[in-house]
């Protein structure tokens, strides 16, 4: 079952135009439009699997982030790199907070969650997948969330987290306000998103593998990322690219366009350069990471 949207899911507004149609390359190869609001800028998938029909479209072997094997020389590079990105990811939080309370939504199998909680975090988590969030309890020795309706008021935390989340959550204004009222006075909300904007996603158009329609209901850039932070009354503390994104996006991209594997490999490692040589003189890196302060 699908829904439609009339009003942009950010702003609310009526004014919007079709952008784009893209392929489901992933699961279904079903095309799916992409409009965009006038007023916000956002760019959102539109018709869209309701929220009780999209578990279909999770549902094939390359969504790694439900995965702790590797079964391929892809997902052996994302399993590499997932393991670096954690320590990034840690560093980031203490450079923010020395320890504190932690709440990761859309955790996954809980790795960065456990790398956390062994540098002394209190953490909770929220994974809607029912077979990573297992993993995840496994690793932590407790039980987590199926999805942020559930969470209490109380206690609150010190910093959430949402790494590569906010583009598939279906009620984004009413989970945007529950994760908020969750946060404490001070405390830092940390997105990170694909950027639209960037040169991977320009250079590959609508083979671009970060559009992942329908599971991405939302594409962001600066602005639009911008205006909702605005309207939360958040401040924009810093924002940085995600460099090693643009190589892996762009490895699915060149997939998606049926380079042959060596080939594929060769032309993602320089697209990926490129892209973020670019990203750097432009301010648009392939996938970005914002860190705001609430008030």
Known sequence: MSERLLKCPACKSGNFLNFKEVKDHAVSKELFTICRCADCGLLFTNP???????????????????????KNLTQWIYQQVRKYSIGKKVGLIQSLKKTGALLDVGCGTGAFLEAAKGRGWSVSGV?????????????????????????PEEPAVDVITLFHVLEHVHELKKTLKALLKKLAPQG????????????????????????????????????SMQKLAKEYGLILERRSPMVIDAFYVSLLSEKYRQSGPITAYIKALYRGLLSNV??????????????????
């Open 127 to 151: 994974e809607p997948n029912a077979k990573a969030r297992t993993l995840a309890e496994k690793k932590l020795n407790h039980s987590l969330h199926e999805s942020v309706q559930e969470l």
């Open 188 to 223: 830092y909300l940390i997105i990170a998103v694909p950027n639209h904007e960037a040169y991977d996603a320009r250079y590959y158009d609508k083979d671009w593998a970060a559009w992942d329609v329908p599971r991405h209901l939302y594409h962001w850039n600066n602005a």
């Open 48 to 70: 869209r699997p309701a929220f009780d029909a999209i578990g279909p479209y999770y549902d094939f072997p390359e969504y790694y982030s439900h995965e702790d094997s590797s």
């Open 278 to 295: 670019k990203g750097k003189k432009t301010g648009n890196h392939s996938s970005q990471l914002y860190i705001y302060k609430k008030k």
